[in-house]
């Protein structure tokens, strides 16, 4: 079956050990991306739901990965999932050189809810890493060395589940005047346990930001990318 190059599948990881409320909230995003792109057809799916890319996606589609970096899931899984399907994969979300304003202007408003401004603030960006490879840990200081010019006096401290330095060390450093932001596309086992375990144990006092995938003009963001992909140039 050849697909209208007006459709588009959102795809993200999952969560394994259960499907179902990852793939729920990606078809909710997938909704909002609708939104800022009518006469498109958005679908979703998850890498974790068994079968269900293959089932979504046919030829003709923009593939949009709702993942952080060009890793191994990205690079590896994903073409190889879609073999055989002509079909145009876009940018990982991470990557996109319109989020990290979004988020600096996400870390701001957050600030300012605690009477904050950025000087002098102290923000942990907690990020997946990875022991597969340095794809993961690069995308989290890439975007790192992006924030900062954007957020003048704001000190942007990565720290990794995976690899060092690790969550809970990065925080421990940190005084209270802090923001820790997950730089996450989705709220897995990662975001809802491993984080807040780590920050427990580091003692840290400062607030949470949603994970990154889900701060406010997200959707607005991937409409352009998917619309930009579509006709094969960079968003």
């Given at each position: 079956m050849t697909q209208s190059p007006q459709t588009a599948v959102i795809t993200a990881h999952g969560q394994p050990s259960a499907p179902g409320p990852a793939e729920a909230d990606l078809a909710s995003l997938a909704a909002e991306v609708a939104a800022f792109l009518p006469g498109w057809g958005i679908r979703s799916a998850t890498l974790a739901t068994p079968e269900r890319l293959e089932e979504v996606t046919a030829n003709g589609a923009v593939v949009y990965p709702f993942?952080?970096?060009?890793?191994y899931f990205t690079a590896k899984v994903l073409p190889a999932r879609?073999?055989?399907?002509?079909?145009?994969?876009?940018?990982?979300?991470?990557l996109d050189a319109a989020l990290p304003p979004l988020a600096a202007q996400a870390v701001q408003q957050a600030a300012l809810a605690q009477g904050w401004n950025t000087?002098?603030?102290?923000?942990?960006?907690?990020?997946?890493?990875?022991?597969?490879?340095?794809?993961a840990a690069e995308a989290a200081e890439d975007f790192a060395a992006r924030l900062r010019p954007l957020l003048p006096g704001c000190t942007v401290t990565p720290g990794y589940v995976e690899q060092d330095?690790?969550?809970?060390?990065?925080?421990?450093?940190l005084p209270g005047r802090a923001l820790c932001l997950?730089?996450?596309?989705q709220a897995g086992d990662h975001v809802k346990e491993d984080i807040p375990a780590a920050l427990d144990a580091a003692r840290f006092g400062g607030a949470v930001l949603p994970v990154t995938g889900a701060l406010p003009g997200v959707p607005k963001l991937i409409a352009a990318a998917i619309r930009a992909a579509a006709l094969d140039r960079e968003p």
């Open positions: 993942f952080m970096s060009q890793g879609l073999k055989g399907v002509s079909c145009r994969i876009a940018a990982p979300f991470g000087d002098g603030l102290h923000l942990l960006l907690a990020a997946h890493g990875s022991a597969r490879g340095p794809k330095p690790r969550i809970e060390t990065a925080a421990a450093q997950p730089f996450f596309a």
